[in-house]
């Protein structure tokens, strides 16, 4: 099997390449025949690909230690379910894993788009093509997945057993991170393809950015869902409290998103106004670069330090592919530029054009300010040698972050509510006045209560002012139709969303938004830590709560051993819970594992982490823990649930001739 | 039709000097250098009070810390130099003697560290226990 799926690979890189030809000729002869053959031979190194991941699946199934791969990364006492999904914890394997979600993608989209657009299907597919081509040489020559592990003589080795997998990543939220954010990553290929095709042929209609659009909604989507798994892992499993700490890793999942968010914005004025075309263009571009940047970022190691990058050659290889694709991509973008004029100017300062213009701006200028922070410390170490490094941490992205997303905040309360073309003043006063109104109480509220914090209250302020100008679209679309109609409200609210899917889906969409964002402000502004080792029977207050050490209990549990302590939680006097932290411990780890105890309200997160105990310490036993109450915290989890369900209103819309704004 | 467009260019260059100017005033302001505990030495007056980051190997034995273990003092060491450190909190679950640790705080005048933040080096890469079972692979057989 092992044999076979190496094979498969080598045949899966020869198809690709005769794909890059046919696909190549049958632009130049403009030949139907030989663009058959390319798709042909597309779908080919799918059906090839799909036979690798099987068989390294099935190496991994059947304990095959002699495989590198295999042995690196799961053990036999793993659960089946760990041993699965082991496949995508390591780079070799995530490549193949890459590569198999693309011949998906690809299959899928050739289906939807061969009868429809013809014209693009030769540099579509031959554009695919590279990518596979790409992939297929990087693992046979680089990254093998399938390589035996060899002993010292060369011989291969077959242990009775594997290293198995980091602890850490035996976590469900572990187990569908990479493969949600792989599904972003790969997702943004499709509309890549159908960029460069239109690029290529110089046909740069409508149709192909109308399919994009779709591509990018349902990769973006991906990469939230994606992202947002990592966040709740992080929060759960690394016990450090929090879920998002600027690590170089989560913003290289980040700025993919971030430009495709300015994206999906931006395309809606190509729709409506036939204006920033070039510019669109160039978000894809940007996009899928900075998303195989990304996987390149998570796989390579390579943000730890520039000497792990050197140790591999994926790293010089793909880093080179990057650059390569990069350059010819914004070359022939100018090359192109006379055909993507836009056909119209803006009309005034103050309309929804423009709105979409700054947010892009601020998104994209979020993106570089991300980019930037991540990217420098890898640069000094380039430019000032090995021990010059210099870090930038959360500090730096929580300055210039905070209001860069205000501002795109202000904007997205403003933006779909306003006109296209113009605004006049009337207009302005009947959507504008109440929000404000209700943003300026709330900030004079939060003041009053005491809140001191300049940043926060002018986020909640903000955040409050959207939210009431999106309730008052929903207020003033269901009062029309009611009367339109004369149905009663209910009816009239889901006719209303029914109806605009794509407009209310959004909505929806930023109501999400702004509960993360009312989440985010809450628990990086206002956390409140406290560490003690307390003795049996001894309290610890937190905010209003009042924790008690209860006992310690060790046992087996799974394939560890752990040790739980056991606290009752009081709740301004009232007993609310019994929680347990634990330290767990692996016997193929040197060390423990903590697991968190987290006690969620909508107001906030008890959270606490055992860090140290002792059974046999003078007056019994003891537990040192680390405890924190973050507020709000519910708030992330549940905004991501509602921007889940809105990308699902807003993706059921289907496009017809016309598009409703 | 005109107006429009020079308002538009003067927000938007208004809009990227602003952005530009919040990304380089916070680098210099948050950027925080790594030394190693020879330059620590070298440059002790120059960097004293200034927001740093050291790494190196904590001492074997050199730990200290109070029955709640919530004040520690230990040693960060590249073989030749040592930095005295001292950190009020707990340490990070994977923080160990003879093992890699990054601190950063700042040097004060009686030559100790005074650390706000302790980090663990560690890895994505998983380093499991070595295998001692007889013909095992060889450690980095791969």
Known sequence: MVTLGYYGLILAGVCAAFGVLAAFFAQRKNSASLSESAQRSLLCVGMLITVCIACLEYAFITHDYRVSFVYGHSSSDMPMFYVVTALWGGMDGSMLFWAWLLSIFSAVSLFQYRKNIPHLMPAFVGTLCVLFLFFTTLMIFTANPFQYLRMEDGTIASPDNGRGLNPLLQNPGMVFHPPALYMGFVGFSIPFALCMAALLTGRLGDLWIRASRRWTLFAWFFLALGISLGAGWSYVELGWGGYWAWDPVENSSFMPWLTATAFLHSVMVQEKRRMLKSWNVTLILITFILSLLGTFFTRSGVLSSIHSFTQSPSGPYFLSFIAALSLFSFSLLILRSEKLKSENELDSMVCRESAFLFNNLALLSACFAVFIGTIFPLLSEVIMGQDKKVSVGMPYFNAVFAPLSLFVFVLMGVGPALPWRRATPDQLKRIFVLPLGVAVITASLLFALGMRKPVAILGFAVLAFVFVVIVLEFVRGTRARMKMSGSDVVTAFLTLVKKNKRRYGGFIVHIGVVMIAFGVIGSFAFPKKTEATLKQGEKLSIGRYVLTFAELEAKPEMNAFAVSAFFTVHNSGKPVAKIRSQKRFYPTQEDPMTEVAIRSTLRDDLYVALSAFDPHGKGGQTATVRVLLNPLVMWVWLGVFVLVAGTFISALHKDRGEVNG | ?142
């Open chain 2, 1 to 142: 039709m005109k107006k429009p467009k020079i308002k538009v260019y003067v927000a938007v260059s208004l809009i990227v000097g602003a952005i530009v100017y919040l990304v380089y005033g916070n680098f210099q302001d948050t950027m925080v250098y790594f030394y190693t505990p020879q330059e620590i030495h070298e440059k002790n007056d120059s960097i004293r009070h200034q927001s740093l980051r050291v790494g190196g190997l904590v001492k074997v034995q050199s730990l200290r810390q109070d029955k709640g273990k919530l004040n520690s003092t230990f040693v960060i060491t590249d073989g030749g130099y040592d930095v005295r450190v001292a950190y009020k909190g707990l340490l990070p679950d994977l923080f160990k003697e003879g093992k890699g640790a990054i601190v950063e705080g700042k040097l004060a005048g009686d030559q100790t560290f005074y650390a706000t933040n302790v980090m663990v080096k560690h890895s994505e890469e998983y380093k499991p226990v070595p295998l001692k079972k007889k013909g095992g692979p060889p450690e980095h057989a791969q």
